[in-house]
């Protein structure tokens, strides 16, 4: 057959070749559909069970992760890879539920912090357990390559902190 007569069609797609890597884009496209459906899945069950959204979660967590269970919220939107206003809103709904109370740096008075409260300390370890086994039942469809797809998504995230 003359190369001039070859259907599109006729043409393997490489990504179904067996050990061929993966396009950019449904490597992408994958990356988009795990994180957005753990996450609602993760979300809805931490909403049902304990009252609280997994953002509120994450930023519970990273608070109580912080040097006197006390952190600015520029290391909680940093953390949670939200933006000020994000963060200062998912805060501002943690201190209404009194599981945060807001107290201005000692050092310097233009800095918020935001430090746990009893009851948010309480919600954190409560829901812990509802969070982290979700997430590794979900995670255990890696299987033995956990370890392999853990390290590339660091050295992914790496790159895309750095600005080139």
């Not at 200062?88 to 109370?101: F, K, N, Y």
């Amino acid at each position: 057959m003359h190369p001039d007569n070859v259907l599109a069609s006729d043409v393997p797609d490489v990504a179904d070749l067996p050990g061929a890597a993966p396009r950019p884009e449904e490597t992408w496209l994958r990356i988009v559909q795990v994180h957005d459906r753990i996450t609602r899945r993760v979300d809805s069950a931490l909403h049902r069970q304990h009252g609280i959204s997994l953002t509120g979660f994450e930023a519970l967590r990273r608070i109580a992760e912080a040097p006197g269970e006390r952190a600015s919220m520029g290391e909680v939107a940093e953390a949670l890879g939200l933006s000020r206003a994000g963060v200062t809103s998912t805060v501002t709904r943690l201190v209404a539920e009194g599981l945060v109370v807001r107290e201005r740096a000692a050092d310097d008075r233009r800095l918020l912090h935001a430090r746990l409260t009893d009851a948010g300390r309480a919600t954190l370890r409560a829901a812990s357990p509802t969070h982290d086994d979700l997430v590794a039942h979900l995670l255990t469809r890696l299987g033995d390559d956990a370890a392999v797809v853990t390290d590339a998504l660091a050295r992914v995230s790496a790159a895309a902190r750095s600005r080139r």
